[in-house]
């Protein structure tokens, strides 16, 4: 089994920043890959961006995040962080993080694992 916890969210206000953690424990040497989701009230599940957690493969992002939010490891803490700048309303959601065993990131990877959930929200 694999549990990942997140945290670090909050209310921020718009063009705020904010830090996300996931930290992992148990099976996590059977995955490669970690990424982050979110998901608004009424809307579907949104891919953000993943990173595998050992090699040195390039990091993927959503084009809807890509130069705000910044998907980085630290593997001495089994810990990926998810660094989210210049906030806007729209980014108010619950942010998952997830891990798969795929071996190359990517949104259409499958990921076995999800954490509860930390929520965001972006005042105007």
């Known amino acids: 089994q694999v549990q990942l916890v997140e945290s670090g969210g909050g209310l921020v206000q718009a063009e705020g920043s904010l830090r996300l953690s996931c930290t992992a424990s148990?099976?996590?040497?059977?995955?490669?890959?970690m990424g982050w989701f979110r998901q608004a009230p009424g809307k579907e599940r949104e891919y953000l961006a993943s990173m595998p957690i050992r090699s040195s493969v390039a990091a993927d992002y959503a084009d809807s995040v890509k130069g705000r939010f910044t998907i980085s490891r630290d593997n001495s803490k089994n810990t990926v962080f998810l660094q989210m700048n210049s906030l806007k309303p729209e980014d108010t959601a619950v942010y998952y993080c997830?891990?798969?065993?795929?071996?190359?990131?990517?949104?259409?990877?499958?990921?076995?694992?999800w954490g509860q959930g930390t929520q965001v929200t972006v005042s105007s």
């Open positions: 148990g099976r996590i040497f059977a995955r490669n890959v």
């Open positions: 997830a891990a798969s065993s795929s071996v190359l990131p990517g949104p259409r990877r499958v990921y076995e694992n």
